[in-house]
Every structure is written in C-alpha cells, then in structure tokens.
C-alpha cells in the first residue's frame, strides 16, 4: 500500500506565481515530514521539513503546512522561478521506522518565463 | 567536503552477471540508506544501515544484499542481476534519526 501520496504527477505555473504541491499520508505514527527536490541526472536534495508538534514551517520562499487531522501537507513556493522546475518528493518518516523515510511518487513542478 | 559519493555513474549488465554499488560519505553520519527510483513509483528503500555493524531490509530487498563496510562505506550488491533490477539507485546518509538524508547522484543501472 502506498502510504505517502502525490497525487498530482505534474503541476505547471507562471513566473511569479505561486507553486502549490500537495502530500497525503495514511500512517499516523509518521511524525516528521520533509521535501526534497530533484534535477534530472542528479541526487534528490533536501528543500525543507515539518515535525508533527507543528502546523507551518516557512524557508525563504518555501513554506510547508501541516494538517495533522486531513493526514495532509503542501509545500508553497512563492514567488515561483523557472529554476525551481524540478521533480518535488514528499517523504515522511517515524514511529517505529527508525530514521527510515517513505517517499511520495514525486510532482513535476515546470515554472514557465 | 564531498558529501555522498557513487561508482559507477553507469552501468550495464547481463541478466544473471553481479556487481557491487559502491556509496562513501565523509559527514560522519550514522546510518546510510540505498534507495531505488523507477517511474512513477517514487523512491524506494532497499536497505538500510542504522549505525555502523548493522543493516537490516527495506521496501524492497529482494535480490540484494548490503555491506556497512564501515561508517564511512554501505555497498549494495546484485548477486545475479535481472532486468526487473535495472533503475536508479541512490545512496543517503544521515546524522540521526528525524534529521535529513543527503543522497548521492546516482548510479543509473540497465540489465539486458
């Protein structure tokens, strides 16, 4: 079963706009919750995380909110650029998985010029 | 600091030929992981190796087998590769639990 979903495959924004891509989870013993962002050819690299004691965690232009009651997060980018154009993972982790992260299937964000 | 290094960057391979990923990382972090990308499937956990001397099954285990050589090094190994093996592979590393994992670039694997 998947227990962290994406269900949107792609997403495509204007520059300047914001980027809103969203993150279901089934388990409720996960209790931090992280996005990575991927280039084509290269390693997924860490953006920003939440831990479940919270509601909102912002970064610069990235925010990610949590909805523990919906079993739901989002990651906002805002204001888009089209360098952020990558492959968004969502990933959750805890309980008794010990360190161990369970990743979404992955949003493709294109910021059009 | 180089981070998570990867060899090979690619490889192909002939169904039942064997081969060993090799992943380094000089954060001297505890636990280390290997994953495997295919489309549309996310990134999936093979194994992982929490702390230096241990390693125990992911998602996705079978037809692998894994060495923490020491903290530093987590091979992963195709015994007898097959072509429902060939992917993306990465390697992480974290500090501790709940903290960040940092991936290497990959290694991009095809069994014909």
């Known amino acids: 079963d998947q227990q962290v979903k994406q269900n949107s495959p792609s997403l495509s924004v204007q520059e300047g706009r914001i980027s809103i891509l969203n993150c279901d989870y089934t388990n409720s013993m996960f209790d931090y919750f992280l996005w990575y962002k991927k280039y084509p050819a290269e390693g997924p690299t860490f953006l920003i995380s939440i831990s479940s004691i919270k509601d909102k965690n912002e970064d610069g232009r990235f925010t990610v909110f949590l909805n523990k009651s919906a079993k739901h997060l989002s990651l906002h980018i805002v204001p888009s650029q089209p360098g952020d154009s990558a492959v968004y993972f969502c990933a959750a982790g805890g309980g008794t998985s010990y360190g161990k992260l369970t990743f979404g299937q992955g949003t493709i964000l294109t910021v059009h010029p | 600091n180089a981070g998570v290094t990867q060899t090979p960057k690619f490889q192909v391979l002939k169904t039942g030929q064997s081969m060993t990923l090799q992943c380094a990382q000089d954060?001297?972090?505890?636990?280390m992981y290997w994953y495997r990308q295919d489309p549309g499937m996310g990134l999936r956990l093979i194994y992982y190796?929490?702390?230096?001397?241990?390693?125990d099954k992911g998602e996705v285990p079978n037809g692998y087998n894994v060495s923490r050589l020491n903290k530093r090094e987590f091979s992963l190994r195709l015994e007898s590769a097959a072509p429902s093996q060939t992917s993306v592979y990465f390697c992480a590393s974290s500090a501790s639990r709940g903290s960040e994992q940092f991936f290497g670039p990959g290694t991009r694997l095809t069994v014909l």
């Open positions: 190796s929490a702390s230096e001397g241990t390693t």
């Open positions: 954060m001297n972090h505890n636990s």
